[in-house]
C-alpha cells in the first residue's frame, strides 16, 4: 500500500439521510445540510483561489465545505508534497 491511499472508502456520511424508492435496491440520499448557494458560493472562490494560486485558501474551503474529511495538515501536505 502505498502513502495517501484508503483502505475503506465511505460514501456517506451521518448527517446523509437514504430514503425509500418504489425499487427495492435503490436508495435516494439526501444531505440536510445541503446549501447551493453555498456550492456555488465554494465554486467561485475555489476558481478565484486557483487563478492566483492561494493553495492554503483552497484547502481551508475544502475543508469547510467537507467537514469528515480526514488528512494531513495543510502544512504537512505541503512537506509531503516538496520533500
Known amino acids: 500500500m502505498r502513502p495517501g491511499e484508503k483502505i475503506k ?3 456517506l456520511s ?4 437514504l430514503l425509500k424508492t418504489p425499487f427495492d435496491k435503490i436508495r435516494l440520499q439526501r444531505n ?3 446549501a447551493p448557494d ?3 458560493k465554494f465554486i467561485h472562490e475555489l476558481k478565484s483561489n486557483v487563478e492566483i494560486g492561494n493553495v492554503r485558501a483552497v484547502y481551508d474551503d475544502a475543508n469547510e ?3 469528515e474529511m480526514l488528512g494531513p495538515s ?3 501536505m505541503m512537506k509531503n508534497m516538496f520533500a
Do not use: K, S, T
Open 9 to 11: 472508502e465511505e460514501l
Open 14 to 17: 451521518a448527517q446523509e439521510n
Open 32 to 34: 440536510m445540510n445541503f
Open 38 to 40: 453555498r456550492i456555488e
Open 65 to 67: 465545505l467537507v467537514p
Open 74 to 76: 495543510f502544512d504537512e
